[in-house]
């Protein structure tokens, strides 16, 4: 167990639709990063922050925006919704975000879009 | 061309052989090395770190990486059939950030 914890495990939606994936780090980390897994594009950063503030972000879509909060939970939410878009959403967690840490991951979130 | 390369595999051995596992890559930023191991249904963790070239072992699991050559790779002694997941190389380039970019994972099955 990573000490990340990520809800919901499964969720089915429609295209079209709008769903929210919640995120808690590991106790005293303070940076969170979320990652997609799909079968043809492998395992791909999204977006990082920090502490609350943006980071540094990756191939993530418009449709998708992410938020930590005060908290350190962040949420990632993802809305007109797409076949394409069912995949492993993962988030991961480091004590402060620089170079060097190691990431750990939670047990992801697995969408599927109907 | 993606940036980090890595065989799909499946790749399958017998209980006992030695594993080799391999990633190539273009970016030469790339300054952070790292294996992870992920079972079927669950997240990514953490088996080796590395920095810069050099090797570093930690029990059954070697790994090398080869800057010069843009290579890595993680070697597994002895291998298990608890062993058989997808190993993914990841890498960074050491800045503010701490962004990760995956190899596609090759599957490794280890039969008794």
């Known amino acids: 167990d990573s000490g990340v914890t990520q809800t919901p495990k499964h969720l089915i939606t429609a295209t079209g639709q709008r769903v929210t994936l919640r995120c808690s780090p590991r106790?005293?980390?303070?940076?969170v990063y979320w990652y997609q897994q799909s079968l043809d594009q492998g395992l791909q950063f999204l977006i990082q922050?920090?502490?609350?503030?943006?980071?540094a972000k990756g191939n993530i879509l418009e449709r998708f925006s992410a938020q930590q909060f005060p908290d350190l939970h962040s949420e990632l939410n993802l809305s007109s919704l797409e076949l394409g878009d069912s995949a492993l959403y993962f988030c991961?967690?480091?004590?402060?975000?620089?170079?060097?840490?190691?990431?750990?991951f939670g047990p992801g979130t697995r969408l599927l879009v109907l | 061309q993606k940036e980090v390369e890595q065989d799909p595999g499946p790749l399958s051995v017998p209980e006992g052989a030695i594993v080799s596992l391999n990633c190539t890559y273009s970016n030469s930023a790339f300054q952070y090395f790292m294996w992870y191991r992920q079972y079927s249904r669950k997240g990514p963790e953490l088996l080796m770190y590395?920095?810069?070239?050099g090797n570093k072992e930690d029990g059954r699991f070697t790994a090398q990486v080869d800057k010069s050559s843009k290579y890595i790779s993680l070697f597994i002694r002895d291998s298990q059939p608890s062993d058989s997941a997808t190993y993914l190389c990841a890498m960074s380039g050491g800045g503010l950030d701490n962004m990760l970019t995956f190899g596609g994972g090759t599957r490794l099955m280890v039969k008794p």
């Open positions: 106790s005293g980390d303070l940076s």
């Open positions: 922050y920090y502490n609350g503030e943006e980071r």
């Open positions: 991961a967690s480091s004590p402060s975000g620089g170079a060097a840490e190691t990431q750990y």
């Open positions: 590395t920095y810069s070239s």
